[in-house]
C-alpha cells in the first residue's frame, strides 16, 4: 500500500496537539511539547521538516518549532474541528 508521506506527516502533526501542553522553562520563557507515541520515522520527518526540535532517542515528548506549533494547531482546527472556520 503507498500512501502520500507529506499528508501522512501532516496528520501526525496535528494529532500531536492532542498531547500538546506548555511547559515554563524560564521567567517568561514557554516551549510547547508533546508526547511522542509514533514510529521514529515520522518523528524524524517532522524533525527534518523543521517542525519539532531533536526528538531523541529517549524522551517521552517532542518541543515544537515556533512554525510547527503554529502548523499543528492549524492543521488540528482544520481536520478535526466541528464548526465554523475560525474556531479555536
Do not use: C
Not at 30 to 50: M, N, P, S, V
Not at 70 to 88: A, I, N, T
Amino acid at each position: 500500500m503507498e500512501y502520500d508521506g507529506d499528508k501522512v506527516d501532516d496528520m501526525m502533526l496535528a494529532l500531536l496537539w492532542l498531547t500538546a501542553f506548555d511547559e515554563e522553562i524560564g521567567e517568561n520563557v514557554i516551549q510547547t511539547r508533546a508526547w511522542k507515541r509514533f514510529a521514529h520515522r515520522h518523528i524524524d520527518r517532522l524533525h527534518e521538516k523543521g517542525w519539532i526540535e531533536d526528538p531523541g532517542e529517549s524522551d517521552r515528548s517532542v518541543v515544537f518549532t515556533a512554525e510547527g506549533r503554529e502548523r499543528s494547531h492549524d492543521l488540528f482546527k482544520q481536520l478535526f474541528v466541528e464548526g465554523p472556520p475560525g474556531r479555536s
